[in-house]
């Protein structure tokens, strides 16, 4: 290499180790997986051996590298840390002990989060069957640099330290946007009450809106069809839109008109996880011919008596949403809001002069919101891209 280092197959500096145990039933084991995209090795759960039909399976010690033979072409490649040590794993998760005399198994670990590792690992992966598994011997034919173990020591520590900075900047930003959705949800808290809903006169949700679910996926279209943009749960957050990724779906042409959103439509999500129900915006017609999922309730009003951006609050607030929870089917940590469920929410109808008002003051908080997702998002981005270049002049002896 131009910098004078060596380029060596990992064979040279990694070689097989199984440290079997028979496994019997009444005895627990703990069991290890290797996560993708260089994202490290963890324990997935603890079982009785009479929950396998293997016969063995293999210890895990701290500083093994180990990968999953059939997913290793997605960055299933890690170093054992503490947390795993005495994890066992199948013949799917081979595992190699490295020469601590020539190399230092940090050194071993940032490289497995680099594209090209991967990539190398994917070219050696291509089985039958739609298997891809590496197999262990191929593995290890893969070259890495290798500069003399007080170098790459030194390298380790430079890009620790850069990735200790590039996480706490993370962490600052995602603070200051939490912040900003704190005081959005302290105001909502603050307005929607027992106090505000005894002062209007009030409704139930479905006599005064159109309520509709959306597409189902997989159904049989029989007839001209037409590529329609569709909003999934993952879209609708509380507040606001998340527009970043939108799918596509087919549907007849002479249902087209049945399911497009209107500018004013409030989406709801019917449930989920706990911080999913009742999470609902305004529709703006942020994109032509746009419909939704199954899984959002389309709520219409009529506008001459509610402002969406007043209703939509008023739906997603504290207040709100402990109406959704009593309400709501539960099933464990899930929770979901039916048709009839919705219909029958009360929604208090301030005069709409006193909603315009509500809604120029949310509005504010809204946008300072907005700015600092925005900018944590743009930061995202930016800190994201910038430890794959760390890494890149780190094996280059660039750093």
């Known amino acids: 290499m131009a910098n004078g280092w060596q380029e060596v197959p990992l064979k040279e500096v990694a070689k097989p180790i199984t440290r079997p145990v028979l496994v019997e039933a009444g005895t627990s084991y703990r069991t290890i997986g290797v996560k993708?995209?260089?994202?490290?090795?963890?324990?997935?759960?603890?079982?009785?051996?009479?929950?396998?039909?293997?016969?063995?399976?293999?210890?895990?010690?701290?500083?093994?590298?180990?990968?999953?033979?059939?997913w290793v072409r997605h960055g299933s490649v890690a170093i054992a840390t503490k947390d795993v040590d005495g994890c066992?794993?199948?013949?799917?998760?081979?595992?190699?002990?490295?020469?601590?005399?020539?190399?230092?198994?940090?050194?071993?670990?940032?490289?497995?989060?680099?594209?090209?590792?991967?990539?190398?690992?994917?070219?050696?992966?291509?089985?039958?069957?739609?298997?891809n598994r590496i197999k262990p011997?191929?593995?290890?034919?893969?070259?890495?640099?290798?500069?003399?173990?007080?170098?790459?020591?030194?390298?380790?520590?430079?890009?620790?330290?850069?990735?200790?900075?590039?996480?706490?900047?993370?962490?600052?930003?995602?603070?200051?946007?939490?912040?900003?959705?704190?005081?959005t949800h302290a105001a909502l808290n603050a307005i929607f009450n027992d106090d505000f809903a005894k002062k209007y006169p009030n409704h139930l949700l479905g006599d005064v809106t159109d309520i509709r679910s959306g597409v189902t996926l997989g159904r049989t279209l029989n007839g001209?069809?037409?590529?329609?943009?569709?909003?999934r749960v993952a879209n609708v957050q509380d507040g606001y839109l998340n527009l970043g990724q939108i799918k596509e779906i087919d549907v007849l042409e002479t249902e087209k008109d049945k399911w497009l959103l209107q500018s004013g439509d409030i989406l709801l999500t019917e449930g989920g996880d706990w911080d999913k129900l009742g999470r609902g915006a305004?529709?703006?017609?942020?994109?032509?011919?746009?419909?939704?999922?199954?899984?959002?309730?389309?709520?219409?009003?009529?506008?001459?008596?509610?402002?969406?951006?007043?209703?939509?609050?008023?739906?997603?607030?504290?207040?709100?949403?402990?109406?959704?929870?009593?309400a709501s089917k539960q099933t464990t940590n899930l929770a979901s809001i039916n048709?009839?469920?919705?219909?029958?929410?009360t929604v208090i109808c301030p005069p709409l002069e006193e909603q315009r008002r509500l809604v120029a003051y949310l509005d504010?908080?809204?946008?300072?919101?907005?700015?600092?997702?925005?900018?944590?998002?743009?930061?995202?981005?930016?800190?994201?891209?910038?430890?794959?270049s760390v890494l890149d002049q780190a094996f280059k002896g660039e750093l």
């Open 36 to 70: 993708w995209w260089g994202m490290g090795a963890y324990e997935r759960e603890t079982i009785d051996g009479s929950r396998t039909t293997v016969k063995t399976l293999s210890i895990v010690s701290e500083g093994d590298l180990i990968i999953n033979k059939i």
């Open 88 to 131: 066992a794993g199948s013949g799917e998760f081979p595992t190699f002990e490295l020469d601590l005399n020539r190399i230092d198994p940090r050194w071993i670990h940032w490289q497995t989060k680099m594209k090209s590792f991967w990539e190398k690992c994917d070219s050696l992966s291509r089985g039958t069957s739609g298997k």
């Open 137 to 183: 011997e191929l593995f290890l034919t893969i070259k890495i640099p290798l500069p003399p173990l007080t170098e790459q020591r030194r390298i380790v520590a430079r890009i620790e330290a850069l990735a200790g900075r590039v996480a706490e900047a993370q962490s600052l930003r995602r603070e200051a946007s939490e912040e900003a959705e704190n005081l």
């Open 224 to 231: 001209q069809t037409v590529r329609l943009p569709y909003l």
């Open 282 to 326: 305004v529709w703006h017609e942020e994109i032509p011919n746009c419909i939704h999922q199954n899984h959002i309730f389309r709520v219409r009003v009529n506008q001459k008596q509610f402002l969406p951006e007043y209703l939509a609050p008023w739906i997603g607030s504290p207040y709100g949403k402990s109406y959704f929870k009593a």
């Open 339 to 345: 048709h009839r469920q919705l219909k029958a929410f």
């Open 364 to 388: 504010g908080l809204q946008a300072h919101a907005s700015v600092l997702r925005a900018a944590q998002s743009e930061t995202e981005k930016e800190l994201s891209a910038l430890m794959p």
